[in-house]
T-cell receptor, first 116, second 117 residues
């Protein structure tokens, strides 16, 4: 699975949009971009995923560049409860006999702090 | 239950003792994963189950670590002769069986905090 690079930390004012970047320059054509977050003392929580089109759900929007080498997670109106570690993960479908399926490889993520 | 359940939530054990950590996945989820997270660190993959078989055990750090899953449901992670470096939060996740063909989000439990003294 492709490696991702995220800034170690970011700050955001409550009510403003939080834009979290992720670089995945070695992504291959069949690999998806996933975002999870982990609020302190809890297990990770799925946010959103995408392949090449921009995606939006009730939690966030995902913008993937045309060359798919980077993406941005957007929390449109950040709240204090959005303070968490955000993980960008790239993975693809299984290959025959491979062991990459079923495994999310977490990096260090971005610590997002939303302040009043 | 509605979510992934792990027990115990906290476990303190003496160095050298064996421990068993339990995971109850979401009903119907055939894929199950174990991770661990040391203090201030990211999540480290340990093992993946599809049904009762474990096609990927690549993350188990040593032969003191083992895991099994029975009836395609409950899983137990066993750590033998615990060491202080085993202290961490052990997280379990489950997802629908066709995780690798179509997207199916992984649901995580709250974890078991293991402290080896």
């Amino acid at each position: 699975d492709a490696k991702t690079t995220q800034p170690p930390s970011m700050d955001c004012a409550e009510g403003r949009a939080a834009n979290l970047p992720c670089n995945h320059s070695t992504i291959s054509g069949n690999e998806y971009v996933y975002w999870y977050r982990q609020i302190h003392s809890q297990g990770p929580q799925y946010i959103i995923h995408g392949l090449k089109n921009n995606e939006t759900n009730e939690m966030a929007s995902l913008i993937i560049t045309e060359d798919r080498k980077s993406s941005t997670l957007i929390l449109p109106h950040a709240t204090l409860r959005d303070t968490a570690v955000y993980y960008c993960i790239v993975r693809g479908p299984s290959n025959a006999g491979g062991t990459s399926y079923g495994k999310l490889t977490f990096g260090q993520g971005t610590i997002l702090t939303v302040h009043p | 239950g509605a979510g992934v359940s792990q027990s115990p939530s906290n476990k303190v054990t003496e160095k050298g003792k064996d421990v068993e950590l339990r995971c109850d996945p979401i009903s119907g989820h055939t894929a199950l994963y174990w991770y661990r997270q040391s203090l201030g660190q990211g999540l480290e993959f340990l093992i993946y189950f599809q049904g009762n078989s474990a096609p990927d055990k690549s993350g188990l750090p040593s032969d003191r670590f083992s895991a099994e899953r029975t009836g395609g449901s409950v899983s137990t992670l066993t750590i033998q002769r615990t060491q202080q470096e085993d202290s961490a939060v052990y997280l379990c996740a489950s997802s629908h069986w066709d995780w690798w063909r179509r997207f199916s989000e992984a649901f995580f439990g709250q974890g078991t905090r293991l402290t080896v003294v």
